[in-house]
């Protein structure tokens, strides 16, 4: 069964050029009292190559998830514009996208909540495929066991219920639905944090592999560096809905140049004592997005605040090179 692609062409396009572009994507939502907004999203600029695994990290209420969902327009930017292999998603008509969105798929945090309890393991990861009308039902019921076997389970699992799986196998169910259509890309949110430390790596191994195996550009989310580090190719720090650094994995573990990306990395658990340093405690919690704080809005909580903090916005400024772009919104650079 194929899944109605063109010899030489792919559902995504193009071959050359990024697979997605960003460009000062914001989302700002009605505060609960309705007189002022939560700027969740600010003015958000990335890029990702075909291939390439970016990690986004932050903490928990940094615009991170709203920053996924609004790349898959699952909700409408303020302001804004997401590029998919070179086609403007936000001028789609709604018809248009649900074609386009089977190239973009989403891995959530909590498998079980994910998956619906009444559907067999069949019928759950199958349902892409019969929502866009793929295939006979004898050939999808093929593709489910295929699907099954790609992430590692038996094709026994299909007449199963989602609670007779442990939170391990649970995630793979997820996995092998977020595959079904083939995409492109696809955005994990928070993919192994509800899951035991022994379990993260398998499921983080299995991604890598499908990556290799399936072609496969991801968007990882979360707000733990090492996971992160694990699996990305180039990292953006979000802090209050900003990107406020983003470069290489490697730059930016070795030489991080803001100082929360700094204190966030310095409370990673070092095995390499060349990377040993001394950790960086954050005072206070991150603050409330709906009244941030003026200027740099890290400065409430920075170790190593100036003046012109608290009143001017520190650009994005590259202080890389050209090969290693490493972008840095801070008045210390
Ligand atoms: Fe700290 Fe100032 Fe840099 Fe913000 S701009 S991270 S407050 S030094």
Redesign the pocket.
């Known amino acids: 069964m194929t899944t109605g692609m063109t010899e030489g062409m792919t559902a995504a396009g193009p071959e050359d050029g990024p697979l997605l572009e960003i460009e000062n994507l914001t989302k700002h939502f009605h505060s609960k009292g309705g007189a002022g907004s939560v700027q969740a999203v600010n003015g958000v600029s990335l890029r990702l190559e075909r291939g390439e695994t970016l990690g986004i990290v932050g903490e928990s209420g940094c615009g991170k998830s709203t920053l996924a969902r609004l790349i898959l327009r699952l909700i409408d930017p303020t302001a804004g514009a997401v590029r998919f292999a070179g086609q403007d998603l936000l001028a789609l008509p709604h018809a248009d996208l649900r074609g386009r969105r089977r190239d973009m798929q989403l891995i959530f945090q909590d498998p079980y909540a994910s998956l619906d309890p009444r559907l067999t393991v069949g019928a759950i990861v199958g349902e892409p495929l019969a929502i866009h009308g793929i295939g006979s039902r004898k050939e999808r019921r093929g593709r489910v066991a295929e699907l099954l076997a790609t992430v590692g389970l038996d094709a026994d699992a299909m007449t199963r219920y989602p609670h007779e799986f442990s939170g391990g196998q649970r995630q793979r169910i997820g996995i092998a639905r977020a595959i079904a259509l083939e995409p492109k890309l696809i955005i994990a949110d928070e993919p192994v944090s509800a899951l035991d430390v022994s379990i993260q790596s398998q499921i983080l191994e299995l991604l890598l592999d499908l990556k290799t195996r399936l072609a496969l550009s991801y968007i990882f989310i979360s707000h733990d560096l090492a996971v992160v580090e694990y699996v990305s190719d180039r990292v953006a720090v979000m802090y209050l809905g900003r990107i406020v650094e983003t470069t290489d994995t490697e730059s930016l573990y070795r030489r991080p140049a803001?100082?929360?990306t700094e204190a966030l990395i310095s409370a990673v658990p070092q095995p390499d004592p060349e990377r040993d340093r001394s950790r960086i405690v954050l005072t206070g919690d991150i603050p409330n997005p709906e009244s941030p704080p003026s200027g740099?809005p890290?400065?409430p909580r920075?170790p190593?605040?100036?003046d012109a903090?608290p009143h001017e916005l520190?650009a994005l400024k590259d202080i890389g090179d050209e090969a290693h772009p490493h972008l840095v919104a801070?008045?210390?650079h």
Do not use: I, S
Request: aromatic residues 14%.
């Open positions: 803001h100082p929360y740099c890290f400065h920075c190593k605040v100036l903090c520190p801070c008045h210390l």
